[in-house]
């Protein structure tokens, strides 16, 4: 009931609920699927009903082989998760999970994880991911190898298992294991498909790495409760220690000077997230193809949105923030063209700048971060009128302004079929109100 109050007193978002489920045109349409590779993404939904819906909307290209990879880390990360293993047995089967892909029966049928199934399973998706192209096989297998490791050395790292993350250069590497190596993988896939410029490859994956991090850190911040009740949390000794003792007890002292405290280390590490935005942006503005952009950009808007929501507020440290349903619907149809997503990050920055406190030790350098973004966002899509013609030739030269223009016949024609959309959606929305206006004149009359 909660949620349908929302989407009423929300009416933008309920309309964003009706175009989404009811008028939203897939780019590609579903081809007929192997009986095994239906399993796969039955597993897929069964596993991650939100990653299957953006994963069945790829091009055919690259559908598959995403799909694929993330059952792969989903088994291995079902491995690493569930503490039925011993760590004896755990260990050794991370290390060697990319092994595990040479073969075409491997499984294992011990797990009391959630989702076991996929390792029960494990051959069927075997299957599929020899049916690959090689050079895709190869991607997989290398990230699968490093996550593996990487799992593996943290289970073993006591330091770590006993006090957390404790330098912001720990938090880095910890979120590259994560997420990181995850992009790095996505990256190879759609450069090598020619859906992404070859330059996301010339700068050791720098801004690839910045897409990880960026979602793996604002789920950090976000999770802070939950984390706390399963007795662990990965927020960083360095920025805590500076507001706290011991970080469980800005949920448990109320003391208005705990919570300022609590509230303040949040905005901290927010700081820290901004760091990648920059990055973010240009990444999305290399990727060419409307289906994988569609794919990218979907997580970043529900981060910048998220990190807005979580920014400032108190209730980061007692319970699960998380935006609206309806507004997800709305961030996931203005996710389709570059435009749309710079607004978005505009929009979001601007709330965390508005939302900033003069008594807060993070205030300044919030407020210059915040603006330095806003004049990048500026230099992507300048303000019409706001740049002398002078100084037009300097502005179109950037890097940024470059990669704009090679893709904005792709957001031109992307931005007209959703606009052909939203003309059907408002057309059915107005046909019903008229009926249902014509209906009560009708027996009030």
């Known amino acids: ?29 579903r081809p ?10 039955d597993f897929l939904f069964k596993t991650s009903r939100s990653f299957a819906t953006v994963i069945e909307e790829l091009h055919p290209e690259l559908k598959d082989a995403i799909m694929i990879f993330y059952l792969i880390l989903r088994a291995l990360d079902t491995i690493e998760d569930d503490m039925s293993i011993e760590s004896s047995i755990k260990v050794p089967i991370l290390r060697s999970f990319a092994s595990k892909l040479d073969t075409t029966d491997w499984s294992y049928q011990d ?10 399973e494990f051959p069927v998706i075997l299957a599929e991911y020899h049916r690959l192209k090689p050079a895709y096989q190869d991607i997989l297998k290398d990230i699968t190898d490093k996550m593996g490791n990487g799992m593996a050395d943290y289970i073993l790292d006591e330091n770590f298992n006993l006090n957390g993350v404790e330098t912001l250069k720990d938090y880095d590497l910890y979120c590259h294991y994560v997420a990181g190596l995850v992009g790095e993988g996505l990256t190879n896939l759609m450069v090598l498909a020619g859906f992404a410029n070859n330059d996301l490859m010339d700068d050791d994956f720098q801004k690839t790495e910045s897409m990880g ?9 976000r999770d802070y409760h939950e984390d706390l009740l399963d007795g662990r949390s990965f927020w960083p000794k360095e920025v805590w220690s500076k507001y706290t003792d011991s970080l469980p007890s800005f949920h448990k002292d109320l003391s208005e000077q705990s919570q300022t405290a609590g509230i303040n280390c949040i905005n901290e590490l927010v700081y820290n997230s901004l760091s990648h935005v920059i990055d973010v942006l240009t990444y999305l503005s290399m990727v060419k193809d409307p289906s994988s952009f569609n794919f990218c950009a979907i997580p970043q808007v529900m981060a910048i949105a998220s990190l807005s929501l979580v920014y400032n507020n108190k209730d980061v440290l007692h319970k ?10 709305k961030l996931i149809l203005a996710s389709r063209t570059m435009p749309a997503v710079a607004a978005i990050f ?13 008594e807060d030790p993070n205030y300044l350098k919030i407020g210059i971060r915040c603006g330095q973004i806003e004049q990048f966002l500026e230099s992507m899509y300048p303000t019409p009128g706001s740049i002398p013609a002078s100084a037009t030739s300097s502005t179109d ?9 090679a893709r904005s016949s792709i957001d031109r024609q992307v931005s007209q079929e959703v606009q052909r959309e939203e003309f059907r959606c408002n057309a059915a929305i107005l046909s019903v109100l008229l009926v249902i206006g014509a209906t009560i004149y009708y027996f009030v009359k």
């Open 111 to 120: 797990s009391k994880d959630k989702d076991a199934i996929v390792l029960a």
């Open 1 to 29: 009931m909660g949620k349908v109050v929302q989407l009423l007193t929300h009416p933008s978002e309920l309309k964003a609920v009706i175009q989404l489920k009811g008028f939203r045109e897939h780019l590609h349409k």
């Open 32 to 41: 007929q699927q192997s009986e095994n590779l239906a399993k796969c993404y």
């Open 346 to 358: 505009k929009h979001y920055i601007q709330v965390i700048n508005h939302k900033s406190r003069v």
């Open 397 to 405: 030269s950037s890097e940024i302004s470059t990669y704009i223009k």
């Open 213 to 221: 991090l960026f979602l793996q850190k604002t789920n950090i911040i």
């Open 320 to 329: 699960n923030v998380k935006i609206r349903k309806g507004t997800t619907c």
